[in-house]
């Protein structure tokens, strides 16, 4: 499909471990957004792209985390010596810049994160 | 501090009701205020926004009311269906104040709309 991809759909893992979490975003999409969704909660953001560069990543807890778009397109979310309380579901999603659309956010259906 | 704060945390409404879900902001940068709806394991999905230069839109059986004032907006939905069944989120956006599309998330309501 067109959507915007996300892989693993889930991961467990063990405290201490090390995970990648990738997103494939909409072709053209420039924006690109990581939030993080813990159970009967609204999505949380953590980092936003505009092409290669992230231009806020003011919402990464701890410098535990991190991303990567290295080529304006494809996203990965790294999170070093994991916790429990990383356990959540990764949204990620894609938007085009300003326009009619006043820029609505696409979003994947996310990949759950469980740290044993 | 929550910037974007949200009401009732779940909510329950016969078919053919009318759902009402009230969110309330405190930051005079967000000028966008999109509304999502989540179906379990699904990511959220846009569902109707109004920017703040109108009081009210309305798309089909959904409707935004906002009050800029008094900065509070809320979601109507009229004709409640089962179908609507999910949890529903608003959201605030700074987009032609502040250069980009940061989205604040309210914290959700639960609807069930049961037969």
């Known amino acids: 499909g067109a959507g915007v991809s996300q892989t693993p759909s889930n991961k467990v893992t063990e405290k201490g471990k090390y995970v990648e979490l990738r997103c494939d975003p909409i072709?053209?999409?420039?924006?690109l957004y990581w939030y993080r969704q813990s159970l009967g909660q609204g999505p949380e953001f953590l980092i936003y792209f505009q092409g290669t560069g992230a231009a806020d990543d003011s919402g990464l807890p701890n410098d535990r985390f991190f991303a990567v778009r290295p080529e304006g397109s494809v996203s990965t979310l790294k999170i070093q010596r994991t916790e429990r309380g990383d356990s959540a579901v990764y949204l990620c999603a894609s938007s085009l810049l300003a326009g009619a659309s006043g820029g609505e956010l696409f979003f994947g259906e996310g990949s759950r994160l469980t740290v044993l | 501090q929550q910037q974007v704060k949200q009401s009732p945390q779940s909510l329950i409404v016969q078919k053919g009701g009318i759902s009402i879900i009230n969110c309330a902001y405190e930051n005079t940068a967000f000028d966008y205020f999109p509304w999502y709806q989540q179906f379990p394991g699904k990511g959220p999905a846009l569902l109707i926004a109004i920017r703040p230069d109108v009081s009210e839109k309305k798309e089909g059986r959904f409707t935004i009311s906002f009050n800029k004032s008094a900065k509070q907006f809320s979601l109507h939905i009229m004709d409640s269906q089962p179908g609507d069944s999910a949890t529903y989120f608003c959201a605030a956006q700074p987009i032609f104040s502040g250069g980009y599309q940061k989205v604040t998330f309210g914290t959700g309501t639960k609807l069930q709309v049961i037969p």
């Open positions: 072709s053209g999409h420039t924006a």
